[in-house]
């Protein structure tokens, strides 16, 4: 023990009381320092692994070192097609002395061109977390000798052609763009991939599962990627050019209604592709056949999805650019530019339809009913629940929210017809639900089964 000795607030005690102070503070750093304890356990990673293969699982992996057992160790994966990251529990096993291997495998690859980004996280004892540096792998279809051409803004890959006939190909999509741009009144749309195969096995395989069966092409909105078939016989006729156009104008429409609030009804933006593809005229036939056996379907039932057999499917977008045709020669290009401006600020229905034509969405439907001669129409949807069994002398409450009364029944009359629905609404299918707001645009192709 240092004695502190003479009058309080003297130099020689002022100074005494620091030297202690002084050596006190130097100790404490000394105590807390690497050299005098141990050092918290850290970890090292290398860098990550991956694989990403068409028809073969999505494998990840990582090695990494630490002094003590990791308590547990996790993948964390973002992707396009959910929002924010998710995480997975890695397999871990030990490769050394203290060396550790991490693995995840997926039996689902999800669609070619998507691109993952993944890391791993080790927790180890005391709860401290630590993650690994990240990495990023593409899904590829390695069962062909692709060749690519970059245009402007769209990318074509194919691989059983000729180039001058993918060149071809290529300037058919371009072109789309080009006059999808002035018809939305958008300057300028995102880079577009698209992977033209020769077999429809092949091309299922690759846009995964859910995919309707009378699908020729598709287009991914988050992947920013289009797939289409083209197959020997196609060769020497529009339908090449056609598809290519159909997707590439999938992309552009939604450039150019991107919000984060609401998405414009799949018969517009199906209308529209198939107006800018092929024209109104060859759908015509579709649309009468379907008038004739009292098959249509209004367009609010259309909105999210459109049925999956193959008559209605074929039905769906007969309607759908008999309408998109309909407003157009009603109210003209710059309505309808007004119409897609205004989905962009992420308006309702209602609210882009009063924009464009002055009347709200049903009213437009009600219109173009009209004119293909339907007066009136049957819709079926939800219809009221029947009552339950009841004791004697009770009577169901009237009142929203209300509890039975307990009085005499009073005679009922006759019930009066089912109430009447707001119009088929197909279910999402499983890929959709899985893939939240993704949406897979599919087109037929013409004349075939």
């Known amino acids: 023990m240092v004695a502190l000795t003479g009058p309080r607030g003297t130099p020689a005690r002022t100074a005494a009381i620091a030297a202690v102070m002084a050596a006190v503070i130097a100790f404490a750093l000394q105590v807390g320092s690497p050299t005098a304890a141990a050092a918290a356990p850290s970890v090292s990673f290398d860098p990550p692994t991956a694989t990403a293969v068409i028809l073969k699982p999505l494998a990840f992996a990582d090695t990494f070192r630490t002094s003590v057992q990791p308590l547990g160790v996790e993948l964390v994966v973002s992707s396009p097609y959910v929002p924010g990251v998710t995480v997975e529990t890695a397999h871990v096993t030990r490769v050394a002395s203290g060396a550790w291997r991490a693995s995840v495998s997926q039996a689902d690859t999800g669609s070619a061109n998507t691109v993952y980004r993944y890391a791993f996280r080790v927790t180890l004892p005391g709860g401290v977390s630590e993650t690994g540096p990240s990495g990023t792998v593409t899904v590829v279809d390695d069962r062909f000798a692709w060749q690519s051409i970059p245009g402007p803004t769209v990318t074509l890959h194919w691989y059983a052609h000729t180039r001058s006939t993918a060149q071809g190909w290529l300037q058919a999509a371009e072109s789309a763009v080009t006059r999808d741009e002035a018809a939305f009144g958008i300057a300028s749309v995102p880079h577009l991939d698209f992977f033209i195969y020769n077999d429809s096995a092949a091309f299922f395989d690759a846009i995964g599962a859910g995919a309707n ?23 020497g006729s529009d339908f090449p050019d056609q598809e290519i156009a159909h997707e590439t104008t999938h992309h552009v429409f939604g450039a150019a209604t991107q919000n984060p609030y609401h998405t414009p009804p799949l018969w517009l933006d199906e209308g529209l592709a198939v107006y800018y593809s092929e024209g ?6 579709d649309l009468q056949q379907g008038i004739a056996a009292g098959r249509i379907v209004p367009l609010d039932g259309l909105s999210e999805a459109f049925p999956s057999s193959t008559d209605p499917f074929v039905l769906s977008y007969a309607e759908a650019v008999s309408a998109v045709d309909y407003f157009i020669r009603t109210y003209g290009q710059a309505s309808l530019r007004r119409l897609v401006s205004t989905y962009r600020q992420g308006a309702t229905d209602d609210e882009a339809f009063r924009a464009a034509t002055g009347a709200s969405a049903s009213a437009f439907d009600a219109a173009w009913l009209t004119s293909i ?7 079926y949807g939800p219809r009221p629940a029947p009552s ?51 949406r897979r645009r599919f087109r037929r192709r013409g004349g075939r089964p």
């Open 213 to 235: 069966a009378d699908a020729a092409g598709v287009y991914f909105a988050v992947t920013h990627t289009a797939f289409g078939t083209v197959l020997a016989s196609d060769l």
């Open 373 to 379: 001669g339907i007066r009136s129409i049957t819709t």
């Open 280 to 285: 109104p005229g060859p759908r015509r036939a």
């Open 388 to 438: 339950g069994p009841l004791p004697p002398g009770w009577t169901p409450s009237t009142a929203p929210g209300g509890q039975s009364a307990m009085e005499p029944s009073a005679p009922q009359a006759p019930p009066g017809p089912p109430l009447a629905g707001l119009g088929i609404v197909a279910a999402s299918s499983s890929v959709a639900a899985l893939l939240g707001t993704v």
